[in-house]
């Protein structure tokens, strides 16, 4: 190959959709990995975190994936979330756990949703809001046992047990769980994880003392699901694990774990050309071409979640080869240099997936970016379609 005509010798293909890019979700995998998940859980039940829009997934139709697993709960960030998935025809239990004062708290508690409580406004909020949904709110209190971000810390927590008591014994909140979260579950054997395993003990005796009889008590994440028995207690809350990816990946990969990655995102070149050597490619011209190449457009960039970071080391599988992205990671577009290999024009090109053909992971991505997987595939924006396939070859968007 040398000429730019044997680049462009075939016209551009024709296919069912337009789109430039797209997020195929398996959603056949997402149930296979609840049901890993279950079977991990042992006596517990387990709870599909989908928030984030189910990390990039789509919320609602891996929130009915991963029920259809053998999950029995949801969980989420925010309360539009819980709501959404209500309107949306989700009966399962869901707990919100992200508050404001100025969320829809009486729609909420109106719509079942279970809430999160870690200060004494929450409390309230949730009581003011049975009084106009004419309903008992439900309530998980959140014990900070030491990652030092949301929950009452230790010294505060007498004081939310006791507003939580009051407002049980008023009638118009339940106190239906206890929770905390775990710092380093995805470092097996670090001493803090059982600290915070007796912290969280600690909470839930001077609790029962107050005359509080929670249904479900629940510390462990994906990491703990999978590694961690002694933090299951009554309920698991899984989030990255369900997508198929490790959350614990210095130690086990995917497949190890017994999961499948459900997200394989991929794009179309656009454009295909011959250059000589020493040009040099996108901005800052941190690539140069060592010898006459044919260069690849692929319509992806920051804006759509690829990572600037990956400027030069963003892994995909281009015309049957592993490859980096050539060059500085634009807003709408990168480079990839396909070397004398054969290309045109439509030619589709894969970022990551499960690696059934050698493409990279998301993982992957995520050291080439210096970040993690969970930011890798939440990030993909909404100008990259998500289609699903339910495990039948069938696929909708």
């Known amino acids: 190959m040398g000429s730019p005509h044997e680049v462009n010798s075939r016209p551009p293909r024709a296919h069912d959709a337009p789109a430039l890019a797209e997020a195929r979700i398996d959603l056949a995998a997402i149930r296979a990995n609840a049901a890993r998940l279950r079977d991990a859980a042992g006596s517990a039940a387990v709870m599909a975190v989908v928030k984030a829009d189910g990390y990039g997934h789509g919320m609602v139709p891996c929130a ?125 054997g670090h001493p803090e994880c059982d600290r915070q395993v007796g912290r969280f003990r600690d909470a839930v005796e001077l609790a029962r003392k107050t005359g509080m009889s929670p249904e479900v008590l629940h510390l462990a994440n994906s990491a703990a699901t999978l590694n961690l028995p002694q933090t299951h207690f009554d309920l698991v809350r899984t989030g990255l694990a369900l997508f198929g990816l490790s959350p614990v990946p210095e130690v086990s990969v995917p497949t190890a774990l017994g999961l499948r990655p459900a997200m394989t995102l991929t794009a179309r070149l656009v454009s295909v050309k011959r250059v000589p050597a020493g040009h040099g490619v996108s901005y800052g011209h941190r690539y140069h071409t060592v010898r006459e190449t044919t260069l690849g457009l692929v319509p992806l960039g920051y804006a759509d979640g690829v990572p600037r970071h990956a400027s030069g080391t963003g892994p995909l599988l281009a015309v049957g080869r592993r490859r980096t992205v050539a060059g500085t990671v634009c807003m709408d577009q990168f480079v990839v240099d396909l070397g004398d290999d054969t290309a045109a024009a439509g030619d589709e090109i894969v970022l990551f997936g499960p690696g059934d053909s050698g493409e990279p992971g998301a993982e992957d991505w995520a050291r080439a970016a210096g970040t993690i997987s969970y930011e890798i595939v939440t990030r993909i924006g909404a100008r990259v379609p998500r289609t699903y396939a339910s495990g039948s070859g069938s696929k909708e968007r």
């Open 64 to 188: 009915r994936a991963a029920l259809a697993g053998g999950a029995t709960w949801i969980g989420v960030a925010r309360m539009h979330e819980a709501l959404a998935l209500r309107a949306a025809g989700i009966r399962s239990r869901i707990l919100a756990w992200l508050l404001a004062p100025g969320d829809d708290w009486a729609s909420a508690v109106a719509a079942g949703i279970e809430l999160s409580a870690a200060d004494p406004w929450a409390v309230e909020a949730a009581t003011r809001a049975a009084l106009t949904a004419g309903r008992p709110g439900l309530l998980h209190l959140k014990i900070d046992t030491g990652l030092g971000r949301g929950g009452a810390s230790p010294a505060h927590w007498r004081a939310l047990l006791e507003s939580a008591s009051r407002a049980e014994a008023s009638g118009h909140v339940r106190v239906v769980g206890i929770w905390s979260h775990l710092a380093h579950a995805d470092s097996p």
